[in-house]
């Protein structure tokens, strides 16, 4: 049986948890004690941070299972599923970024309290892709049909199907078919009548002004949320919804909850910096949401045949990072300077 990663070193989740509470200590507290405008300098070199830091922990997965458990294959196997998954997760939030361009001009954010917005929806981020996880993993381990059918007496087939995996995967073919071409839907949202902003109106008025970046203001005598708290709670349900695409996907990768969850908040947490990338060179990405689409389609078809025959994780990687530089060269050689101009608008 395959030992999980916290069986063999429990401190690995130790390290991990200090390593994104200082980060983001560091992130809030050091570098962007004041709100201010994120150059695209600043947001590069994050940006490479992030990034070299979930690199430098995929090199501790490696370590620890060829050091630990099965050698090198094992730990080639478990280095590729924490890559895919990571760069799943981060080409799929790169089309939520595409969204929450679109939300920070319909509320007319100012550009210096992106940065904060950004900041409180990654910590909801961290705690509902927990949820999201661990209790996907817990339904998948007890949702394999041949023990169903065992318990009602019936003979067991020569398959052994997943129904929660094969019911993500015809889910993920459907959203990726229908996703191709769409991503100029959500340009003409009414963003105030979303969930998140029907919550926070349910119990505050709202009042009309930013007030310096706070979440509450007082206005004769009465305390009103600001606009920047609505924007938030967009920013957090948005996410949410997101999820729902991408959380599915990563099972076709893995099932071991940390190594998920490890890949899926080193992607979240590169998101700040990379959403002011994105904002300055939008032309870069316009053909991505193309390839969002072929790869969701992808990773829907592989968990659906994933009984009969099983697409190796490093294979996998290659073909998800194949799809996503395709896209973003397709984009520079063909820049949909349009597009691009209505997002940054």
């Not at 999980?4 to 991990?16: C, D, R, V």
């Not at 318990?151 to 020569?158: D, I, K, Q, R």
């Not at 949202?189 to 509450?216: C, E, H, I, M, P």
Request: proline share 3%.
């Amino acid at each position: 049986m395959e030992q999980s990663i916290l069986q063999l070193h429990p401190g690995l989740i130790w390290g991990f948890g200090l390593t994104v509470i200082i980060m983001l200590l560091l992130d809030l507290g050091v570098f962007n004690k004041k709100s201010h405008i994120v150059s695209s300098k600043e947001a590069t070199i994050w940006t490479v941070v992030w990034i070299s830091l979930a690199m430098i922990f995929s090199g501790v997965v490696y370590y620890v299972f060829n050091q630990d458990a099965g050698g090198h294959a094992t730990a080639i196997e478990k280095f590729t599923q924490f890559q895919a998954a990571y760069w799943i997760e981060k080409a799929l939030s790169v089309d939520n970024l595409f969204v929450f361009i679109l939300v920070f001009s319909y509320f007319r954010v100012p550009r210096e309290l992106h940065h904060k917005v950004l900041f409180w929806g990654i910590l909801g981020a961290l705690l509902f892709r927990a949820i999201f996880i661990f209790a996907g993993v817990g339904l998948i381990n007890v949702t394999y049909l041949n023990p169903i059918l065992d318990f009602f007496g019936v003979t067991a087939l020569p398959w052994n199907i997943n129904l929660v995996l094969t019911a993500f995967g015809l889910f993920l073919v459907f959203a990726g078919i229908k996703s191709w071409g769409s991503g100029d839907d959500d340009e003409d949202q009414d963003f105030s009548d979303t969930a998140g902003a029907r919550l926070v109106k349910k119990f505050w008025k709202v009042s009309d002004n930013y007030d310096q970046g706070k979440f509450f203001t007082v206005q004769n005598g009465m305390k009103l949320a600001t606009p920047l708290l609505v924007v938030v709670a967009v920013i957090e349900f948005t996410d949410v919804l997101f999820a729902v695409d991408s959380i599915p996907a990563i099972f076709a990768i893995s099932k071991d909850p940390f190594i998920l969850y490890t890949s899926n908040i080193f992607a979240i947490l590169g998101l700040r910096s990379l959403y002011f990338l994105l904002s300055n060179f939008i032309h870069m990405f316009s053909k991505l949401p193309y390839g969002l689409s072929v790869i969701l389609t992808f990773i829907g078809v592989k968990m659906i045949i994933s009984p009969w025959y099983h697409i190796p994780s490093p294979i996998s990687l290659g073909i998800v990072g194949g799809i996503l530089i395709l896209s973003v060269v397709v984009s520079i050689l063909f820049p949909d300077k349009e597009a691009g101009e209505k997002l940054s608008a």
